[in-house]
């Protein structure tokens, strides 16, 4: 069943901002006419890129890009939508948008942009609700880490003329609501667009255009190809961090103190991955099952590998593989995504 509407979008968690190991690129620039490195911000749009936009999820994403689009003058006036009451008032609060209000089907209208910053479980309901409200001429996107789901739930449910650039910037922290939000998320970070192939060029080119003026990289690739990517690179991380911080909350309480008091950076790292929404991550594994499931079998046989290695004493295969997982933290660093 659906979770319901009111949790704002909180993104993929990594050891600083970021995800664990970025989503790696294609090999291309999807700007268009432009086969170099992907470019980056920041530039002010004037006149603005977009002249009414509603960020509905008023969450650590969906903040953060309110703040970076107001910082960078992209929309001319931000309407933010969220369930939550108190989501509503902080955002008016701390300044993140023009106005806010919890009727989302309200906040969409005369909206050139809507953007879907809360939980991927939601979106099926969230886009039957905003559909009759769409303007035609409308781009509607979203930040959710699953997109075979976005283009099915989201794309069917859209009246014609309106158009579905589904987005999803690889940014984040362990923290959530309004207060988490900040301008500079997204900067030196990857967003991967995933349009259909009948998508229409003119929004894709202006949604490409919003994130590498928020200072993010992009990198265009289909919904399934993103799902599989991100399922080795994001999900099942989290995953295996659930698993090892709940693992230590089993233990003896006796020694569930001692790995509070004596963790290394190692196990804080976990906890502060583990530390993401659960109703978002729920949403996700659900989503996303078959492309996790097939990575954690694949998974699941290299841990066996291991486990065998160590009991029967083969130092050599252990070093192998320590050298070899040494060298893509390496490249990461080298790519600045660390």
């Given at each position: 069943m659906?979770?319901?509407?009111?949790?704002?979008?909180?993104?993929?968690?990594?050891?600083?901002?970021?995800?664990?190991?970025?989503?790696?690129?294609?090999?291309?620039?999807?700007?268009?006419?432009?086969?170099?490195?992907?470019?980056?911000?920041?530039?002010?749009?004037?006149?603005?890129?977009?002249?009414?936009?509603?960020?509905?999820?008023?969450?650590?994403?969906?903040?953060?890009?309110?703040l970076?689009?107001?910082?960078?003058?992209?929309?001319?006036?931000?309407?933010?939508?969220?369930?939550?009451?108190?989501?509503?008032?902080?955002?008016?609060?701390?300044?993140?948008?023009?106005?806010?209000?919890?009727?989302?089907?309200?906040?969409?209208?005369?909206?050139?942009?809507?953007?879907?910053?809360?939980?991927v479980?939601t979106?099926?309901?969230?886009?039957?609700?905003?559909?009759?409200?769409?303007?035609?001429?409308?781009?509607?996107?979203?930040?959710?880490?699953?997109?075979?789901?976005?283009?099915?739930?989201?794309?069917s449910?859209?009246?014609?003329?309106?158009?579905?650039?589904?987005?999803?910037?690889?940014?984040?922290?362990?923290?959530?609501?309004p207060t988490?939000?900040?301008?500079?998320?997204?900067?030196?970070?990857?967003?991967?667009?995933?349009?259909?192939a009948?998508?229409?060029?003119?929004?894709?080119?202006?949604?490409?255009?919003l994130?590498?003026?928020?200072?993010?990289?992009?990198?265009?690739?289909?919904?399934?190809?993103?799902?599989?990517?991100?399922?080795?690179?994001?999900?099942?991380?989290?995953?295996?961090?659930?698993?090892?911080?709940?693992?230590?909350?089993?233990?003896?309480?006796?020694?569930?103190?001692?790995?509070?008091?004596?963790?290394?950076?190692?196990?804080?790292?976990?906890?502060?991955?583990?530390?993401?929404?659960?109703?978002?991550?729920?949403?996700?594994?659900?989503n996303?099952?078959e492309?996790?499931?097939?990575?954690?079998?694949?998974?699941?046989?290299?841990?066996?590998?291991?486990?065998?290695?160590?009991?029967?004493?083969?130092?050599?295969?252990?070093?192998?593989?320590?050298?070899?997982?040494?060298?893509?933290?390496?490249?990461?660093?080298?790519?600045?995504?660390?």
């Open positions: 659906p979770s319901p509407i009111l949790r704002p979008e909180c993104p993929d968690i990594a050891p600083d901002v970021g995800d664990p190991t970025q989503a790696p690129s294609s090999g291309r620039d999807s700007s268009p006419g432009n086969g170099d490195a992907p470019r980056t911000g920041p530039l002010v749009a004037n006149p603005p890129l977009f002249r009414r936009v509603a960020v509905i999820g008023m969450g650590l994403i969906g903040g953060s890009l309110a970076a689009m107001r910082r960078h003058g992209l929309a001319g006036r931000l309407v933010g939508g969220d369930h939550n009451p108190d989501h509503v008032a902080q955002a008016r609060a701390l300044g993140l948008v023009d106005e806010a209000s919890s009727d989302l089907a309200a906040a969409v209208r005369d909206c050139d942009l809507i953007v879907l910053a809360t939980p479980g979106f099926a309901d969230l886009a039957a609700l905003i559909a009759p409200q769409c303007a035609p001429g409308a781009i509607v996107t979203d930040v959710g880490s699953v997109k075979e789901l976005v283009v099915r739930e989201v794309g449910r859209l009246l014609p003329g309106v158009h579905l650039v589904p987005a999803h910037p690889i940014a984040g922290t362990e923290h959530s609501g988490a939000g900040f301008a500079e998320l997204f900067e030196g970070r990857w967003c991967i667009l995933t349009p259909t009948d998508a229409d060029p003119e929004a894709v080119a202006r949604i490409e255009s994130w590498r003026q928020v200072g993010s990289m992009v990198e265009i690739m289909t919904a399934e190809h993103h799902d599989r990517v991100l399922a080795i690179t994001s999900h099942l991380p989290h995953l295996i961090a659930y698993t090892i911080v709940d693992t230590a909350v089993g233990l003896e309480e006796s020694t569930q103190s001692e790995v509070i008091k004596f963790s290394a950076s190692g196990f804080r790292d976990f906890t502060r991955i583990a530390a993401s929404d659960p109703i978002m991550w729920r949403d996700i594994f659900l996303n099952r492309a996790v499931l097939d990575i954690l079998q694949r998974f699941t046989e290299d841990l066996t590998a291991l486990q065998r290695a160590i009991r029967r004493g083969e130092g050599d295969t252990l070093q192998d593989v320590f050298t070899r997982t040494r060298r893509i933290r390496r490249s990461i660093i080298d790519a600045r995504q660390a």
